[in-house]
């Protein structure tokens, strides 16, 4: 198989390459060499895709499938599906499940109402995107909507920033309940399952994450501490007392959204025409202990995280604790 990847050097594009390298495939990253280098094994040509004459070079070369992860302006993506359609196999695009226009309802589906493309948001961008990769490869385009995504090399940094929290050590004011359901995608289960579903020629668009309550707050917190040989103390504190203080979910405090929340649709996703298609996600405890095993492994000392001793001390003292 030969795999272009449109990037390569950061967390998915970085989880692509390895696997698909692993798998004996013949692999390039086209990318500009601002974020890094690709993996062993993977070929790397240097290049910006939103220049036209860079972007024509890459159609010289047949590719039996294109994976695309562009989160910027969709024009980008509309050149590049152009460019590449008369000869490449298949067009992978990573999407995203903020392209639903109402995300507090549960059980979204692949067929729920989008956001309009119209506008600038992040989902209005990724919807875009979407639009024009179908309309350059009609039933060879695959679209992939993760949403969360957690692993080594994550970026942007969310389980990323609970590990470094809970390695602090202390009383941790953390939003009950325990069991409030989390749904996220480890990087590398997403990656192995667009490759093989790029292998077996799948089109069509999916919910590319866990089911819902894959995993609970509490299981992801005691996995963290564990990982980290912390002694941590985590201190459940309501949901309403985070709301009080001004904490923002899933912006100050990643991962988190309470029950009720405008976007808490990202953790009650149906997910269920992906799994059918061999989607397998490992156990959470898998993802943080990968996680850290990366971040441990980072030179320099390890930043601190989270709220800040002044703010945890206001959530605690409201609480009571």
């Not at 609970?162 to 997403?190: F, H, K, M, S, T």
């Not at 501490?225 to 912006?251: H, I, L, M, T, Y």
């Not at 988190?256 to 298609?277: I, K, S």
Request: hydrophobic residues 45%; contains cysteine; glycine residues 12%.
């Amino acid at each position: 198989m030969r795999l272009l990847l449109l990037g390569g050097t950061r967390f998915l594009g970085r989880a692509l390459g390895h696997d698909a390298a692993a798998r004996g495939w013949q692999v390039t990253a086209f990318h500009r060499g601002v974020t890094g280098t690709p993996p062993h094994g993977v070929t790397s040509v240097h290049g910006d895709r939103t220049v036209p004459t860079e972007l024509a070079a890459l159609a010289r070369s047949g590719w039996d499938v294109v994976v695309d992860t562009w989160d910027g302006p969709p024009e980008a993506v509309a050149a590049a599906a152009a460019v590449l359609a008369p000869g490449s196999g298949r067009y992978v695009f990573v999407s995203s499940r903020s392209v639903y226009r109402d995300l507090s309802t549960d059980g979204l589906t692949e067929d729920s109402p989008l956001t309009p493309t119209e506008g600038s948001s992040f989902g209005a961008v990724k919807a875009a995107a979407e639009q024009a990769v179908r309309a350059a490869f009609g039933d060879r385009a695959l679209v992939a909507r993760p949403g969360l995504v957690l692993g080594p090399h994550e970026q942007p940094e969310r389980l990323v920033w609970w590990l470094r929290r809970l390695a602090r050590g202390g009383d941790v004011p953390v939003p009950g309940p325990p069991d409030l359901g989390l749904q996220y995608i480890d990087v590398r289960d997403l990656a192995g399952w667009l490759l093989d579903a790029a292998r077996a020629d799948l089109g069509g668009t999916f919910n590319v994450v866990s089911r819902p309550g894959h995993t609970t707050m509490g299981a992801l917190l005691a996995a963290c501490a564990e990982a980290a040989g912390s002694d941590a103390r985590p201190r459940w504190v309501p949901p309403a007392v985070f709301s009080a203080a001004g904490v923002q979910p899933w912006s100050e405090l990643p991962i988190w959204v309470p029950a009720g929340h405008g976007v808490r649709g990202l953790h009650e996703t149906d997910a269920a025409r992906a799994h059918a298609a061999g989607l397998r996600c490992r156990p959470v405890t898998q993802t943080v202990a990968a996680t850290w095993a990366w971040l441990a492994s980072l030179p320099g000392p390890l930043p601190a995280d989270g709220l800040g001793p002044s703010r945890e001390a206001v959530l605690l003292r409201d609480f009571g604790a």
